[in-house]
């Protein structure tokens, strides 16, 4: 199975920058593409940001221009760079990776890291 592990939230004003970092573990291989979710309090889980495995991206336009993913297929970390934050940002964000070619040895298709809290004040 695979394991991820995201870091880099916090505490950050409106305008300002925040890097957040996943850190995936186990059978690696497995992994094609890769995003990030989040999920305010009282809504649903929504996309963020994809990259598929040979680096192709994908955003919604609430985040388009101000977020970029990025991956590091060496060191198995997948980063989300995150400008121009405004409170609505305010979220537990989620990484996810898709393994659909191992679904074969008995995986669950997808991972999902355990969150972690993005705060923008006003």
């Known amino acids: 199975q695979v394991q991820l592990v995201e870091s880099g939230g916090g505490l950050v004003q409106a305008g300002g920058s925040l890097r957040l970092s996943c850190a995936a573990s186990?059978?690696?291989?497995?992994?094609?593409?890769m995003g990030w979710y989040r999920q305010a309090p009282g809504k649903d889980r929504e996309l963020v940001a994809t990259?598929?495995?040979?680096?192709?991206?994908y955003y919604p336009v609430s985040v388009k221009g101000r977020f970029t993913i990025s991956r590091d297929n060496i060191k198995n970390i997948l980063y989300l760079q995150m400008n121009s934050l405004r409170p609505e940002d305010t979220a537990i964000y989620y990484c996810?990776?898709?393994?659909?070619?191992?679904?074969?040895?008995?995986?669950?298709?997808?991972?999902w890291g355990q969150g972690t809290q993005v705060t923008v004040s006003s």
């Open positions: 996810n990776a898709e393994m659909p070619a191992c679904t074969s040895r008995g995986y669950e298709y997808d991972s």
């Open positions: 990259i598929g495995s040979g680096g192709s991206t």
């Open positions: 186990g059978d690696t291989n497995c992994i094609a593409a």
